[in-house]
T-cell receptor
Framework: AQTVTQSQPEMSVQEAETVTLSCTYD???????LFWYKQPPSRQMILVIR??????QNATENRFSVNFQKAAKSFSLKISDSQLGDAAMYFC??????????????FGKGTKLTVNP | DAGVTQSPTHLIKTRGQQVTLRCSPK?????VSWYQQALGQGPQFIFQ???????QRGNFPDRFSGHQFPNYSSELNVNALLLGDSALYLC????????????FGSGTRLTVV
């Protein structure tokens, strides 16, 4: 079974600075997707960024980028120029990409990010 | 374009009662998944519905059941509520044609007393 581990329960960053959130996963599959979701107090899970395992290039979405190390099974999220609105719980998630494979998302326990003004 | 809509937003029930939660998927999505998120934890997969059938189930007892309607909306039913069922219940919709991601609703906060 696949597992996702987020080893940092809490992180803090100064406004305008850069912070990196860590995520490792375990799988025997070669085709899969990895996600970072943001959950603010409003509770809705918001997709931040997505990475397909077959793509070697790291995904980037504006101030958000990932460092995807497939061999090490590591998937960290870097937030540049942090803003107060970035404060939230961040969840790393895994999903099989195989046809006929599991379609469920497997989540880590989350990292609470605080942004200090 | 409406996203995923869940109702109600909050609910308080007594142990032993039954509850029904509702979800309307994002326009164009045909698949609905339900997740349970206990306080301070990541969401746990309950089950997924597609073409009005349960297609995959997580490690949840039979007290948790669901339904999907022809318009793709879905219900989650929980019978014989336990205190441990208190959680945020999230609905996520997706399209079978696009396997890359899900759109989540804001959830239903269920409190069992």
């Amino acid at each position: 079974a696949q597992t996702v581990t987020q080893s940092q329960p809490e992180m803090s960053v100064q406004e305008a600075e850069t912070v990196t959130l860590s995520c490792t996963y375990d799988t025997s599959e070669s085709d899969y997707y990895l996600f970072w979701y943001k959950q603010p107090p409003s509770r809705q899970m918001i997709l931040v960024i997505r990475q397909e395992a077959y793509k070697q290039q790291n995904a980037t979405e504006n101030r958000f980028s990932v460092n995807f190390q497939k061999a090490a099974k590591s998937f960290s999220l870097k937030i540049s120029d942090s803003q107060l609105g970035d404060a939230a719980m961040y969840f790393c998630a895994y999903r099989s990409g195989s046809q006929g494979g599991s379609e469920k998302l497997v989540f880590g326990k989350g990292t609470k990010l605080t942004v200090n003004p | 374009d409406a996203g995923v809509t869940q109702s109600p937003t909050h609910l308080i029930k007594t142990r032993g009662q039954q509850v029904t939660l509702r979800c309307s998927p994002k326009s164009g999505h045909d698949t609905v998944s339900w997740y349970q998120q206990a306080l301070g934890q990541g969401p746990q997969f309950i089950f997924q519905y597609y073409e009005e059938e349960e297609r995959q189930r997580g490690n949840f007892p039979d007290r948790f059941s669901g339904h999907q309607f022809p318009n793709y909306s879905s219900e989650l039913n929980v019978n014989a509520l336990l205190l441990g069922d208190s959680a945020l219940y999230l609905c996520a919709s997706s399209s079978k044609r696009d396997r890359r991601g899900y759109t989540f609703g804001s959830g239903t906060r269920l409190t069992v007393v």
